[in-house]
Structures are given as structure tokens and as C-alpha cells.
């Protein structure tokens, strides 16, 4: 079973629109990160939010986390073609950083 | 911002051969990671490395796969010998410290066992 999910498997929108990926995950968590991988490169981390924190922004990236219904959101505002990408959350497991990755949500900038 | 490097970017080899894959990481990072993602696939786990020694591998890692970093160069995963199922992309991340910090992953490199 995975530990961490995004909820969609493709998205689409137009340049200037704004986007919301989903994830869920099934264990207490101390925290989660978001992940962008582009075509070609390997996974680079937009954001970490703490289990205490309810909300974190990078520029135009805003990620939530909701303890209780273990689920969280990466929204991009005014996207960009170069934010065409696939996006995945991920938990720790174990003790040693190991981390778990959902799927990924795939998602498309269209200008 | 920090990059970690991998090499080769492709391999292909025959089954039943070895390989090496390596991983230059981030230069005052302490852990280091290998992960693997079969196309269409999510990124796995495979093993971390910390202080000369693995601290923690899945089962994904087989008896067939080590890894090592000697005298501080190269982060190496060797698998040996190869199965058609080791095919994948396997990505090499390195960080600072564990838990809560940002892990740098490298671009991966594509491995085809034929």
C-alpha cells in the first residue's frame, strides 16, 4: 500500500490559470514535501510543510496540510509552460529519511 | 543551487553482467540515497548511506545490489549480476542531514538490462 497519494493523474490548464494538486497520505506524518519533476531531470523539492503548520508558501506556490483528514494541496497561481511538469508529494518512513512518493499528478501548462 | 551529478546518463548491458552507476553528491552533504522508477511508475526507495554504511534498504535492494563511497568520491550502486527487471531509471539524492531537510536528487541515470 502506498503511503502517499496525489489524487489525479493528469491536469491541464492554460497559462496565467491557477492549479490545485492533491495528495492523501495513510500515517501520522512530522511532515511533507512536494516535489517537481520535469521530463528528463530528477526530482527537485518545492516546498516542506511541518505536521504544526496548516499553510507554507514559496512565491507562487502554496501548499496546505489538514492532519485530520491527512491530506494536502500544492496550488500554483498565474502557471507558467516551464511549470509543466509532474508533481509529487511525499512522506518520510523509517528513521533514515527514507522517503515515499506518491504517483505524481502530470501536469501540462498550455499557453 | 547544489547539484548532484550521476554517470553515466544511459547504460545498456546484457543480462547477467555487471554494472556501476555513479553519483557525485552534493559536496558537504552526509546522506546519500539511491532510488529507482520503472517508466510510468512512482519513484522507489532503494537504499541510504550514511558514515560508510548503509542505515536502512528496502526490498527492493537485493542481495545483488551495493553500494559504497569510497575515500569520500563517488556514491556507487553495483548491481551484480543484472536482471531484466533492473531495468529502470535510477535516481541518486544526497542531503546535509536526514529527516526535514531537502533532498538534491540527480538527473537519474537510465538503465536497460537486455
Known amino acids: 500500500s502506498q503511503l502517499a497519494e496525489e489524487n489525479l493523474w493528469a491536469l491541464s490548464v492554460h497559462e496565467g490559470e491557477s492549479v490545485t494538486v492533491n495528495c492523501s497520505y495513510k500515517t501520522s506524518i512530522t511532515a511533507l514535501q512536494w516535489y517537481r519533476q520535469k521530463s528528463g531531470e530528477g526530482p527537485a523539492q518545492l516546498i516542506l510543510?511541518?505536521?504544526?503548520?496548516r499553510e507554507k508558501r514559496n512565491g507562487r506556490l502554496r501548499a496546505t496540510l489538514d492532519t485530520s483528514s491527512q491530506s494536502s494541496s500544492l496550488s500554483i497561481t498565474a502557471t507558467r509552460c516551464e511549470d509543466t511538469a509532474v508533481y509529487f508529494c511525499a512522506t518520510p518512513g523509517g528513521s533514515n529519511a527514507k522517503l515515499t512518493f506518491g504517483k505524481g499528478t502530470k501536469l501540462s501548462v498550455k499557453s | 543551487g547544489p547539484k548532484v551529478l550521476q554517470i553515466p546518463s544511459h547504460q545498456i548491458i546484457d543480462m547477467g553482467q555487471m554494472v556501476t552507476l555513479n553519483c557525485d553528491p552534493v559536496s558537504n552533504h552526509l546522506y546519500f540515497y539511491w532510488y529507482k522508477q520503472i517508466l510510468g511508475q512512482q519513484m522507489e526507495f532503494l537504499v541510504n548511506?550514511?558514515?560508510?554504511?548503509?542505515?536502512?534498504k528496502s526490498k527492493l535492494f537485493k542481495d545483488q545490489f551495493s553500494v559504497e563511497r569510497p575515500d569520500g568520491s563517488y556514491f556507487t550502486l553495483k548491481i551484480q549480476p543484472t536482471a531484466l527487471e533492473d531495468s529502470a531509471v535510477y535516481f541518486c539524492a544526497s542531503s546535509p542531514r536526514d529527516w526535514g531537510y531537502e533532498q538534491y536528487f540527480g538527473p537519474g541515470t537510465r538503465l536497460t538490462v537486455l
Open positions: 548511506f550514511y558514515n560508510g554504511k548503509v542505515m536502512e
Open positions: 510543510i511541518r505536521s504544526n503548520e
